[in-house]
T-cell receptor, first 114, second 116 residues
Framework: KAGVTQTPRYLIKTRGQQVTLSCSPISGHRSVSWYQQTPGQGLQFLFEYFSETQRNKGNFPGRFSGRQFSNSRSEMNVSTLELGDSALYLC?????????????FGEGSRLTVL | AQTVTQSQPEMSVQEAETVTLSCTYDTSESNYYLFWYKQPPSRQMILVIRQEAYKQQNATENRFSVNFQKAAKSFSLKISDSQLGDTAMYFCAFMLSNNAGNMLTFGGGTRLMVKP
């Protein structure tokens, strides 16, 4: 059974640009969550999508957005990139939302903003 | 809001020995899950063990066990017979179980080095 797949694995952008990251969950999983990991702030929750609906959103500015498609694949977008957006972005999938609590993580997308 | 604190930024242990990682949390809720996740240098986060707050019995998974003290809001991880492959960042995490969604609150992590 394939795990959670995130693309691209590495990318470099410049300030002011925008970026789109993709996450394909484990087959059958309907919940996709996104986390930002930085050395200074640690792991912070961005948002969760379940059956194409955003269930929760973390404390991030509106430049961070996401969506989920009918096949449960999810994308997150960051517009007007800032240097502080440099981070590892982790995606996690789960069969359900708020019931079992078991999340499976991808390897992440490493974003560097210059 | 919930907070999770890991007071040990780094730890080391000799191979085959036992090590305990500490975690405390703060919440006013009574129904929740607690987790320990392992993040090896390759970066993929792996679930090590989980505990439902309503269960008094401490969870165990092979060499990994927890000491869950609900009143003290403490959730430590014990790794027995440490192996070189246990070298990783370990994160303690909290999630409400009130059907509010899959939102994990993580601690700052403990970097564990297992020495041969």
């Amino acid at each position: 059974k394939a795990g959670v797949t995130q693309t691209p694995r590495y990318l470099i952008k410049t300030r002011g640009q925008q970026v789109t990251l993709s996450c394909s969950p484990i087959s059958g999983h309907r919940s996709v969550s996104w986390y930002q990991q930085t050395p200074g702030q640690g792991l912070q929750f961005l948002f969760e999508y379940f059956s194409e609906t955003q269930r929760n959103k973390g404390n991030f500015p509106g430049r961070f957005s996401g969506r989920q498609f009918s096949n449960s694949r999810s994308e997150m977008n960051v517009s007007t990139l800032e240097l502080g957006d440099s981070a590892l972005y982790l995606c996690a999938s789960s069969f359900s939302s708020g019931v079992t609590g078991e999340l499976f993580f991808g390897e992440g997308s490493r974003l560097t903003v210059l | 809001a919930q907070t999770v604190t890991q007071s040990q930024p780094e730890m080391s242990v000799q191979e085959a020995e036992t090590v305990t990682l500490s975690c405390t949390y703060d919440t006013s809720e009574s129904n929740y899950y607690l987790f320990w996740y392992k993040q090896p240098p390759s970066r993929q986060m792996i679930l090590v063990i989980r505990q439902e707050a309503y269960k008094q019995q401490n969870a165990t998974e092979n060499r990994f066990s927890v000491n869950f003290q609900k009143a003290a809001k403490s959730f430590s991880l014990k790794i027995s017979d440490s192996q070189l492959g246990d070298t990783a960042m370990y994160f303690c995490a909290f999630m409400l179980s009130n059907n509010a969604g899959n939102m994990l609150t993580f601690g700052g992590g403990t970097r564990l080095m297992v020495k041969p």
